[in-house]
Structure formats: structure tokens, C-alpha cells
């Protein structure tokens, strides 16, 4: 049972163009949806994260934008730079007790110089 | 300000031994998480931990795989018994946990994993 979806395995951008990352969940339960990123042999690092009764969250280059109506949010990179290449996990989460991220399976940016 | 901790980094077993993970939280969090990478897959929630409490484990297989958060020392993350299908990526992280009432969200930190090989 897939909660949280990427359904892009992999996305490739021009340096200094917009990276748009898509995910779409299924549980209207949650409560919070973050993004992380991850390089190979490293732990995911946290980007940015947005609560369920906003509909948009800026911090630099990064925006996240929320759809509850269509379960759906993404992540939008700009201008992209090369080091931005990296897995893009979304994530989700309940305040029920604790925090139990149920995570999307991943979306790999390029960004080409 | 360190973060999160995790040793080994990479771990080889045959199959039937026994893994340890071990994990130290970032200064000040008291609460952590084990969560599990196959290859090709996202993150997959295993088990959360406080100090010496077991909060959720919902996530762990039903047998060989056991936690502990114990009031010293690092949280373990226990494989006995290890088979090929063991083999994966574990990540440790670590939060100040829900603040009660709740008045902010609290994000998680992750730590650099551990990579489990059964051979």
C-alpha cells in the first residue's frame, strides 16, 4: 500500500532552469509532507517541509506547493544548479504520536551544466 | 554541534550472524528512528524509540530484529540471525520530538546509514 508516490524515477534540467519534483499521497490523514535530499552513501538531508493547512512554503530556491483537494505537491528548484543533483525524496507524515515518515520511493534530478 | 551519529558505516555478515547498528541522536534529541532502504526503494519505517521506551514499532519484522534505546549510551538496532534479504541500507534519525500541546513541528535528522551486506 503506497501512500506517498514519485511517480518520476528521474528528471534532467538545464542548469539555471526550474526543476519541478511531483508527489501525490493517498492518506488524507496526514498532517505535514516534507522533502528530503539525498546523495549516494550519505543520509537524507532535510529541505523544507510544509503543514497541511498551508498551500505554500518558501525558503530560497526551494517552494513547496500543496494541492489537498488533489493530493498532490511538489518541489520547485530555481533557478537549478549542478549541485542540486541528488534523490528527491518526498515524505509524510501523522501527529497522532511521534513522527513515522512514510516515504515516496525517489526521484533522481540531473541538473546539466 | 555534531549530528547524527552511526556506526559502522558499512557492516559484512554471513548468513546466520548477528548484526548491531548502533546509533547516537543529535545533542538535545531524545527520541529515534529506524528506518530501512532496499535497493531501488524509499525509506521504509522500522521502529520509535525514546529512552528506554519502545513508542511504535510497527514497522520491524515480526522476528529476528529487536531495538533499544537504553538510558546511556547509543540506540541499537539488533539483526539476529541475518539472511540475504537483510541486505540494505539502515538509517538512523533523530528529533526533539512532538511538544505537547503541540506548538511547532519538530523535523527529523538523519544520520548516514549504515550498509548491511549478507553474504
Known amino acids: 500500500d503506497q501512500q506517498v508516490k514519485q511517480n518520476s524515477p528521474s528528471l534532467s534540467v538545464q542548469e539555471g532552469r526550474i526543476s519541478i519534483l511531483n508527489c501525490d499521497y493517498t492518506n488524507s490523514m496526514f498532517d505535514y509532507f516534507l522533502w528530503y535530499k539525498k546523495y549516494p552513501a550519505e543520509g537524507p538531508t532535510f529541505l523544507i517541509s510544509i503543514s497541511s493547512i498551508k498551500d505554500k512554503n518558501e525558503d530560497g530556491r526551494f517552494t513547496v506547493f500543496l494541492n489537498k483537494s488533489a493530493k498532490h505537491l511538489s518541489l520547485h528548484i530555481v533557478p537549478s544548479q549542478p549541485g542540486d543533483s541528488a534523490v528527491y525524496f518526498c515524505a509524510a507524515d501523522t501527529l497522532e504520536y511521534g513522527n513515522k515518515l512514510v516515504f515516496g520511493a525517489g526521484t533522481i534530478l540531473r541538473v546539466k551544466s | 554541534n555534531a549530528g547524527v551519529m552511526q556506526n559502522p558505516r558499512h557492516l559484512v555478515r554471513r548468513r546466520g550472524q548477528e548484526a548491531r547498528l548502533r546509533c547516537s541522536p543529535m545533542k538535545g534529541h531524545s527520541h529515534v528512528y529506524w528506518y530501512r532502504q532496499l535497493p531501488e526503494e524509499g525509506l521504509k519505517f522500522m521502529v520509535y524509540l525514546q529512552k528506554e521506551n519502545i513508542i511504535d514499532e510497527s514497522g520491524m519484522p515480526k522476528e529476528r530484529f529487536s531495538a533499544e534505546f537504553p538510558k546511556e549510551g547509543p540506540s541499537i538496532l539488533r539483526i539476529q540471525q541475518v539472511v540475504r534479504g537483510d541486505s540494505a541500507a539502515y538509517f538512523c534519525?533523530?528529533?526533539?520530538?512532538?511538544?505537547?500541546?503541540?506548538?511547532?513541528?519538530?523535523?527529523?535528522?538523519f544520520g548516514p546509514g549504515t550498509r548491511l551486506t549478507v553474504l
Open positions: 534519525a533523530s528529533s526533539p520530538g512532538v511538544t505537547f500541546p503541540y506548538s511547532s513541528y519538530n523535523e527529523q535528522f
